[in-house]
């Protein structure tokens, strides 16, 4: 097992990341014990790292986390800033269908990211396929705060 520990201290309130990793490829023969591939199975994140509020209007979609970063992007397929986001990010979003919006993400000109947000029947989990088009696919859960 690897275990990662990042402490962003770029925010106004420390971040901290926890991320467990399993071996899946070994090391080859006389390479250091760390050698080989590894996968991260379990990610923790402290709590004012991992909240974010989202809110949908039939002219767009907006979300805003306790660190700053902020962004108002309207239905009409422009892109707008994410505010207080170092990477300037620029974001634009389409409304699929009333419980489904694609958020798709920019940075100098290129896309980088679209994320599927999908409100489960109740409205108390979105269910999300973030396509990192640098890397891989995943899907996750976000949880309504109690």
Partial sequence: MLIRMVKDTTEADTVTIETLNRRVQSRTSGSHPISGSWRAYKIKQSRNGSIIQYKCTAGGFSGETPL??????????????????PG????????????????THKRKGKIVSIS???VA???ESI???FVNKESNTSTFD?????
């Fill in 88 to 103: 300037h990010t620029m974001v634009s979003a389409k409304l699929l269908n009333p419980n489904r919006v694609e958020l």
């Fill in 121 to 123: 029947a109740g409205g």
């Fill in 142 to 146: 976000f949880q309504k705060q109690r």
């Fill in 116 to 118: 599927h947000m999908s």
């Fill in 68 to 85: 700053g970063e902020k962004f108002d992007a309207k239905f009409d397929g422009n892109y707008d800033p994410v505010a207080d986001d």
């Fill in 127 to 129: 269910h999300v396929v």
